[in-house]
């Protein structure tokens, strides 16, 4: 059964970091592009970050480079996205996707907050 799971979201005050992570299993785990997406109330999923299935090369949306980094731990199965200097248009649902061999997993989510 594959699984994706979210976590490490919460309330953050701007300028303040997190670090989400997504724990995988069910698939092969290091044969999948991994990305980071987001979806703030109102507006349409927004792709926040790629790396690829050995961890380099990765990319992200000019929204967050510089701010936002991704990695994985293929040995864990595990993707991360540490968040820096986070601003109140951060706010969203943040979700994880295994993307390969012909399909595209997703997970539920983890809500991200930035409010003062």
């Known amino acids: 059964q594959v699984q994706l799971v979210e976590s490490g979201g919460g309330l953050v005050q701007p300028g303040g970091s997190l670090r989400l992570s997504c724990a995988a299993s069910?698939?092969?785990?290091?044969?999948?592009?991994m990305r980071w997406y987001r979806q703030a109330p109102g507006k349409e999923r927004e792709l926040v970050a790629t790396i690829s299935r050995a961890g380099w090369p990765t990319s992200y949306s000019d929204s967050v480079k510089g701010r936002f980094t991704i990695s994985r731990e293929n040995v864990k199965n595990m993707v991360y996205l540490q968040m820096t200097s986070l601003q109140p248009e951060d706010t969203a649902v943040y979700y994880c996707s295994a993307v390969g061999a012909g399909y595209d997993y997703w997970g539920q989510g983890t809500q991200v907050t930035v409010s003062s």
């Open positions: 069910g698939f092969t785990f290091s044969s999948y592009v």
